[in-house]
Each structure stands twice: as C-alpha cells, then as structure tokens.
C-alpha cells in the first residue's frame, strides 16, 4: 500500500479520500486533527439574552458563504 499525503489535500479532498476509504484510521485522524486545530468561533452563550437573534445571524453567515463558495460551480 503507497503511502498517502494527507497534508497536501485540500481540507474538502482529504474529507472526500475519507469518505471513500472509511477503513483508512490515519485518514480520519489526519482530518479530525485538521479540525481541531482551527481557532474556535464562540457566537454566544446559553445565558445572552441575544441567543436567538446570534444564533440566527450566525447561520445565515453560514449559508451566505455557502452560497457564494458554490457561485459559478457547475
């Protein structure tokens, strides 16, 4: 079996390598620890009374970038 570079996969590549090879631990693992080394984004907390409207905000971010990321992919 060649060895694979996990590092010099996009994080969308090496999630889709996973995808297609499940049995591969050194893949997940590569990924999971791809994910958790980025910075962690705190948008609220259980007791602001802004919870909703934050919570809110944030997912529309999310799907804007979405979005714009998807923009002219056919």
């Given at each position: 079996m060649s060895q694979?570079?996990?590092a010099a996969m996009s994080d969308k590549e090496?999630?889709?390598?996973f995808l297609r090879h499940r049995e591969?631990?050194?893949?997940l693992r590569a990924?999971?620890?791809?994910l958790g080394d980025r910075p962690?984004?705190?948008i609220t907390t259980v007791d602001d009374p802004d919870f909703?409207?934050?919570?809110q905000a944030a997912?529309?971010?999310q799907m804007q970038a979405?979005?714009?990321?998807?923009?002219?992919?056919?």
């Open positions: 694979v570079n996990y090496l999630r889709q390598y591969d631990k050194a893949a990924y999971l620890d791809r962690r984004n705190i909703d409207a934050k919570i997912i529309l971010r979405a979005e714009n990321n998807s923009d002219g992919a056919i």
